[in-house]
Structures are given as structure tokens and as C-alpha cells.
């Protein structure tokens, strides 16, 4: 039995306040649940704007929070004059984990399977924990990625999931690639019966929520549903 795995990524919202809520929620329900030691509950991270990593950070570690911080996005760059963009060294004194290739990434900012490699190089060099995400089964995926993302495009942000049919045929040819790192599914996951019939498939570990956690409330549930159930492999 894998830890269950659940990752939301905020992408460009929140402000300050609305993290502060979103976190003192977040820190209720896990009291509600009894949920205090890492080691018995899913493992859970939450990757938010640059701007909020010190609000954030501050708060997780004043209050010992069972929650960790990953960032969107890093430069594949590395210190020096490079405009705008945020390196890992620096995204390290904030946060464990990065998201690296996200479909959004892919499709607004073109970036390259070039780009991604450095990315790859930069995170693990400053030991951040890179979150591939793929789209398919076709592309490929680098050895040193620690944890794998499935995000077929068609679902991302539309509320329509791929089927799990579908998902299970990706998913194992993901495995088969990448073999025993956590394998994540994410793009429209916002239910009971979604979350219990893609954990029931028994390829992925968690998942990388969206909009669904963007509310701290659903966020838990959903963690809840695959530690409570055991419907993880």
C-alpha cells in the first residue's frame, strides 16, 4: 500500500488574506480528522504563487501544519541576470516540491522539452522534488522526475475527467515507463465518485487538484476519501 498523494496547485489566485483562510480551514479540518502526524495521513502539498510562498511558509511552520509547499514553476536557469524569473535555489528556501511541465506551461509560455530538462537539472541540484506532468502516454518522461502527473489536456479546467477506462490504459503505459515513483492523476477531479473510481483503478497514488483545491474543505474530503477508504494502491 502506496501513501495516498494529493497536490493542488492554485495557479494565478489568492491573495494574502484569502491564504491566511484558506490555510486556517485547512488547519481545522485536519484537527477534526485527528490528522497531526504526516506519517498517518495522505501526504498533502499545496503549490501556490511565488508571491504567497513567505505568507504560506510562515504559517505551515508556526502552526505545524501536516502540509507542504511546492512551487508552480522555476527558471531552467540558475542565479544571474535573468529577468522576472524565479530559480530554484531561491524557490527551495520556500518550498520542497515544483511543478514542472504543466499543460498551462506547455500551452501559453511554449515551453520546450529542452526547457523542461534544465528545469529538471535546476530542481534536483537545489533538492527541489520535481512533479512531472504529462499529457499522454506518448511523451516522454525523464528518469530523474520523482513523482509523474497525468493531465490529458481535454480535461484540464473544462469539469469533464477523462474516463476511467481511458485513464487506466494511459496509466499503465505510464507505469511501465517509470515504474515504482508515484503516478498522480489530475484534470477535472471534483467528486466522490470521480476520486473512488480512478483510486479503484489501481495505477495512481493521489492526485494534482486544480480548481478543487482551491476550497480547503474539498481539498481535505478528497484526501479523506482515499485514506479513509484505502482505495489506493
Keep these: 500500500m502506496r501513501q495516498p498523494l494529493v497536490i493542488g496547485n492554485w495557479k494565478s489566485n489568492k491573495s494574502i488574506e484569502e491564504t491566511h483562510d484558506w490555510l486556517l480551514l485547512f488547519k481545522e479540518k485536519c484537527e477534526e480528522l485527528g490528522w497531526s502526524d504526516p506519517e498517518n495521513m495522505p501526504t498533502c502539498i499545496i503549490c501556490v504563487p511565488f508571491p504567497l510562498l513567505p505568507v504560506a511558509k510562515e504559517y505551515i511552520d508556526t502552526h505545524h501544519l501536516p502540509l507542504s509547499l511546492g512551487v508552480q514553476d522555476i527558471s531552467p536557469y540558475g542565479e544571474g541576470a535573468y529577468t522576472g524569473e524565479v530559480n530554484a535555489q531561491l524557490a527551495h528556501e520556500f518550498a520542497s516540491y515544483v511543478l514542472i511541465g504543466h499543460a498551462e506551461r506547455r500551452k501559453y509560455f511554449h515551453e520546450t522539452e529542452q526547457e523542461l530538462a534544465f528545469e529538471l537539472l535546476e530542481a534536483k541540484t537545489h533538492e527541489l522534488t520535481p512533479i512531472f506532468c504529462t499529457p499522454s502516454e506518448n511523451e516522454s518522461i525523464p528518469q530523474s522526475a520523482d513523482i509523474v502527473a497525468y493531465e490529458p489536456t481535454f480535461a484540464i479546467g473544462t469539469g469533464t475527467p477523462d474516463t476511467p477506462e481511458h485513464a487506466l490504459m494511459v496509466g499503465n503505459k505510464i507505469r511501465a515507463k517509470i515504474s515504482a515513483i508515484p503516478l ?12 473512488k473510481s480512478f483510486c479503484k ?7 494534482l487538484l486544480g480548481t478543487a483545491s482551491l476550497d480547503p474543505v474539498v481539498f481535505v474530503h478528497i484526501a479523506e476519501i482515499m485514506w ?6
Aim: charged content about 20%; hydrophobic content about 35%; proline content about 4%.
Design 184 to 195: 498522480l492523476y489530475g484534470g477535472s477531479v471534483y467528486d466522490d465518485a470521480t476520486v
Design 201 to 207: 483503478l489501481g495505477v495512481f497514488d493521489g492526485f
Design 228 to 233: 479513509k477508504e484505502q482505495l489506493c494502491p
